[in-house]
T-cell receptor
Framework: DQQVKQNSPSLSVQEGRISILNCDYTNSMFDYFLWYKKYPAEGPTFLISISSIKDKNEDGRFTVFLNKSAKHLSLHIVPSQPGDSAVYFCAALNYNTDKLIFGTGTRLQVFP | EPEVTQTPSHQVTQMGQEVILRCVPISNHLYFYWYRQILGQKVEFLVSFYNNEISEKSEIFDDQFSVERPDGSNFTLKIRSTKLEDSAMYFC??????????????FGDGTRLSIL
């Protein structure tokens, strides 16, 4: 099942710079997209989401951009902080369904 | 902040044995979920549960699996006869509503299930 793909397994960014995490999807029927952050030995923690009818959603240092024509979304973190170092999962959802479909994750490392 | 609680954090079981994984969802949530993540693979949906019945399940969730809400607070996943390939991290999640991005699913820290 390759409906949601994160092609970069890892990303390394200097503290204070921008982190950009990417996600592609194949199912044009998805209604929502979500980003979760996961630290080792913890469960995924919800970060930010976007409806398919929007192209941008911002929450503090985190902004998600959606390009429906390209079936692509990205998460921007500005400025990046060492505490942002974690695995980031992109997930997609259809309205009125229960099933989150996850990507494989991108490990972000923010170094001083 | 309220959170989803899972016990145990690590369960080691002999192949063929039954195992029950336990979860306490967030108290005002109505929708409950189990996901699993095999080492090195994606987080995969197993089942969702609402109003005391399964609302959706994946092809992974076969007859060996069952879920139950035995009381007002616990939500359990039972695997009747475990197989080696059931070894994974199992995550419980809950949400207030279904399929809404502004009411996301909240996850517990998981139970690592190791089948010997």
């Amino acid at each position: 099942d390759q409906q949601v793909k994160q092609n970069s397994p890892s990303l390394s960014v200097q503290e204070g710079r921008i982190s950009i995490l990417n996600c592609d999807y194949t199912n044009s029927m998805f209604d929502y997209f979500l980003w979760y952050k996961k630290y080792p030995a913890e469960g995924p923690t919800f970060l930010i989401s976007i409806s398919s009818i929007k192209d941008k959603n911002e929450d503090g240092r985190f902004t998600v951009f959606l390009n429906k024509s390209a079936k692509h979304l990205s998460l921007h973190i500005v400025p990046s902080q060492p505490g942002d170092s974690a695995v980031y999962f992109c997930a997609a959802l259809n309205y009125n369904t229960d099933k989150l479909i996850f990507g494989t994750g991108t490990r972000l490392q923010v170094f001083p | 902040e309220p959170e989803v609680t899972q016990t145990p954090s690590h369960q080691v079981t002999q192949m063929g044995q039954e195992v029950i994984l336990r979860c306490v969802p967030i108290s005002n949530h109505l929708y409950f979920y189990w996901y699993r993540q095999i080492l090195g693979q994606k987080v995969e949906f197993l089942v969702s549960f609402y109003n005391n019945e399964i609302s959706e399940k994946s092809e992974i969730f076969d007859d060996q699996f069952s879920v139950e809400r035995p009381d007002g607070s616990n939500f359990t996943l039972k695997i009747r006869s475990t197989k080696l390939e059931d070894s994974a991290m199992y995550f419980c999640a809950s949400s207030v509503e279904q399929g809404r991005s502004n009411q996301p699913q909240h996850f517990g820290d998981g139970t690592r299930l190791s089948i010997l």
